[in-house]
């Protein structure tokens, strides 16, 4: 390949809970493309102070002083009818994870110079028709044609496929801040096909971030009769505190979390200061990572394989850091662990092979992608030794290539009857109780039949793992296609249109997230609307909120100097830039204070230059 084309410019996303990525292929390889030098963008959405829509950095910075306007793990909502509130605007899932592609989107306008309008969109393999939907919304209204949704490790396992002429199986071991997923994969002659996936959409790097603030909290609560969960600004600081612990203890036996002014209490402010060690955490965590052992083992018996049957063990997201995961695989599988393209970034980098084997480009891989889940409708039949109209029909099994198609024939229950209902589930349970209603739909006015009328029903499901079900009668061919009845429709009816302008003005009268409208490019002007009335800040102890409140400053005037300044004075302005955000985003006041002098220092020395 001798170059992306500059007029079918299709992206790779990773659309994290914790992180987004995006990336492209250039010269036959997945660049990610970065923004100041940070490669990954905090899925944190919110509103500042101004009214304006703040995303990444300033929204996590943000998330202590008023978690109230900012959201995190947006990602875990994805399908779900619930919204929620920021600065006093209703937004639902699809809305905000629009704002974090948004953002992405711009980044890659600005690094490369033209309009983006296309991308290939992650997802975890273990996401269900309804959160797949969502996804693709939230890129509609981010102003993106989604071209493809794949899965997290198939996408993965593109980017390690280093060499296409080597016939190997990978299992991809995926573990970030919100979702599991693991997968069989084999490569051989430059394609890659993936056999099984197994997987858990509410376990994470959050849950362990959860059992660590309940363990801190009722540490706290013995020692000073106060429960730090019952206030939400001090629950977005201890979880800022021990996410940071967590990190370190994935390089550290033992850490120290502390953190000033924690709470006020009968006038008299508290201090938290304790001792963590790995092995309690790993007690803590160890139920969680059983599960995933679960998920790996059936994984494996999908594929009808064996440990001794891999060759290579993959680890993705973040969360896969943690030691004790590390302890664990190798006592299960006996195998090397390969980290060998970053756990962070390679999900992106295998969305822009994708992307670019879309876009026609000469890259070695060709992909075949499976259904995680059986899908099927409910029908009369007997189910643990009963009759009824739960029994579990299967017409599309779990691990099936895509894309596929499947047909059946059900018939009538009792004479003339003029309609059927078909509920379509998906799940491994005979009772369609214990598994997963996907939607539902009438296939009305049958014509007038004895019982044993034949309908037939048609699964299609394509290659982003979308499901259109079609029921028609065979004898007349009256016909109706399933509509999801899911937060996807009702979102859509209520007026996606509409959505889409509301969120194309609010990133005009954002600050933060306007930018220089590129040829082609969705943005509006900045002056499309006024900037609403400030939002009063919440007050945190006045040290700490003086100290936030200056580095947070230095940090806005740094960023802009890194492309005016001499080489060596970047370098050293990008270093310490690196460390205050990270001692704001852990909220650590003394850390801030150590840095900023010399910072502000270096930042007064280029401005007067």
Request: net charge negative; aromatic share 4%.
């Amino acid at each position: 390949m001798s170059g992306t084309e500059t007029m079918d410019t299709i992206v790779g996303i990773d659309l994290g809970t914790t992180n987004s990525v995006i990336s492209i292929v250039e010269n036959g390889h997945p660049r990610v493309i970065a923004e100041s030098g940070e490669t990954m963008l905090p899925s944190v959405v919110g509103v500042d102070a101004s009214g304006g829509l703040i995303v990444g950095h300033p929204a996590r910075n943000q998330l202590i002083l008023a978690p109230e306007r900012t959201v995190k793990s947006i990602k875990r909502r994805m399908g779900q009818a619930d919204t929620v509130s920021l600065g006093g605007q209703d937004f639902t899932p699809q809305e905000v994870s629009a704002v974090i592609l948004r953002k992405l989107k711009q980044r890659a306008e600005t690094d490369l110079g033209r309009a983006v309008t296309r991308a290939v969109i992650t997802v975890p393999a273990f996401f269900n028709e309804v959160q797949r939907e969502a996804t693709r919304a939230a890129g509609e209204l981010a102003g993106l044609d989604v071209v493809r949704i794949i899965n997290e490790p198939t996408a993965a396992s593109l980017a390690y496929n280093a060499t296409p002429d080597l016939a190997e199986r990978l299992l991809v071991y995926d573990l970030g801040g919100g979702t599991f997923d693991v997968s069989v994969v084999q490569i051989e002659a430059g394609v890659v096909e993936v056999l099984a996936s197994h997987g858990d959409t509410r376990l994470g790097g959050d849950d362990f971030d959860e059992l660590l603030l309940h363990h801190v909290c009722d540490a706290f609560q013995v020692e000073h009769k106060v429960d730090l969960r019952n206030t939400p600004r001090t629950r977005s600081r201890l979880l800022a505190v021990v996410e940071n612990a967590k990190k370190q203890l994935s390089t550290e036996g033992v850490v120290q979390i502390e953190e000033e002014f924690i709470v006020e209490h009968k006038g008299v402010p508290l201090h938290l200061n304790m001792e963590l060690k790995r092995f309690d955490y790993e007690d803590m965590i160890l139920p969680l990572l059983e599960k995933t052992l679960v998920c790996l083992d059936q994984t494996l018996e999908d594929a009808d394989l064996t440990a001794g049957d891999i060759d290579r063990v993959v680890l993705v997201g973040g969360s896969t850091r943690t030691p004790l995961v590390h302890r664990l695989l190798n006592d299960r599988l006996g195998l090397p662990l390969h980290t060998d393209v970053d756990p962070d970034l390679c999900v992106a980098a295998g969305a822009a092979v994708q992307a670019a084997l879309i876009a026609g480009h000469d890259v070695d891989a060709v992909l075949v992608d499976i259904t995680p889940h059986t899908l099927g409708i409910a029908c009369l039949g007997y189910v643990n030794g009963r009759y009824g109209s739960n029994k579990f029909a299967r017409l599309i099994r779990r691990n099936s290539p895509l894309p596929v198609s499947e047909t059946d024939v059900f018939t009538t229950a009792h004479d003339g009857q003029d309609a059927v209902h078909i509920e379509v589930y998906q799940g491994e349970n005979d009772n369609v109780r214990n598994n997963d209603l996907v939607g539902e739909f009438e296939l009305e006015d049958l014509v007038e039949a004895e019982a044993g009328h034949e309908i037939l029903v048609r699964f299609d499901l394509d290659l982003d793992g979308i499901l259109t079900v079609t029921a028609s009668e065979r004898t007349t061919g009256n016909e109706k296609q399933l509509t999801i009845d899911n937060a996807v429709e009702r979102f859509r009816q209520r007026g996606g249109a509409a959505a889409r302008i509301r969120l194309d003005e609010a990133f005009a009268a954002s600050r933060e997230l306007r930018s220089e409208v590129l040829p082609g490019s969705t943005a509006l002007p900045v002056a499309a609307t006024p900037v609403a009335e400030p939002i009063p800040e919440p007050e945190l102890f006045p040290e700490f909120q003086a100290t936030l409140n200056r580095a947070q400053e230095v940090l806005r005037q740094g960023s802009p100097l890194l492309e005016q300044a001499a080489a060596e004075d970047a370098d050293e302005l990008r270093a310490l830039l690196a460390r205050l955000q990270t001692a704001v985003d852990n909220h650590a006041g003394a850390d801030m204070k150590a840095i900023l002098t010399e910072a502000e220092d270096l930042i007064f020395y280029l401005q007067d230059a």
